[in-house]
């Protein structure tokens, strides 16, 4: 399985922007698939995740601001990051859970996923 991070870049303060994660694997549909970001000097974090069913989960800091959505005909994931704020600026990876078996109660951790994409920077100016 492989994963193709996309559409990160420089932005300000408020504005959006509309990550892609393009996946191969006949298997698709079944993935959870995941956004986990990671900041300069800081730990990997959950963002977002979408399992199969179409379930969201959101981490606190950006519900409500942030929307997951997948096509499954064309294996692609999105991340839709609106008001986007200085400190969402970060690489961005999307990761599969290829099994789909994480829920809400364990898609927050990174050590379950299966394969990752390379990651795409944003980066949100005041």
């Known amino acids: 399985v492989q994963l193709q991070a996309s559409g990160g870049g420089l932005v300000q303060a408020g504005d959006s922007l509309r990550l892609s994660c393009a996946a191969s694997?006949?298997?698709?549909?079944?993935?959870?698939i995941a956004w986990f970001r990671q900041a300069p000097g800081k730990e990997r974090e959950f963002v977002a995740g979408?399992?199969?069913?179409?379930?969201?989960y959101y981490a606190d800091s950006v519900k409500g601001r942030f929307t997951i959505s997948r096509d499954n005909a064309k294996n692609t994931v999105y991340l839709r990051m609106n008001s986007l704020k200085p400190e969402d600026t970060a690489v961005y990876y999307c990761?599969?859970?290829?099994?789909?078996?994480?829920?809400?109660?364990?898609?927050?951790?990174?050590?379950?996923?299966?394969?990752w994409g390379q990651g795409t920077q944003v980066t949100v100016s005041s």
């Open positions: 990761a599969a859970d290829i099994y789909g078996v994480l829920d809400s109660d364990s898609a927050w951790n990174a050590d379950e996923y299966h394969y």
């Open positions: 979408i399992s199969s069913s179409g379930g969201q």
């Open positions: 694997g006949r298997t698709f549909s079944g993935y959870v």
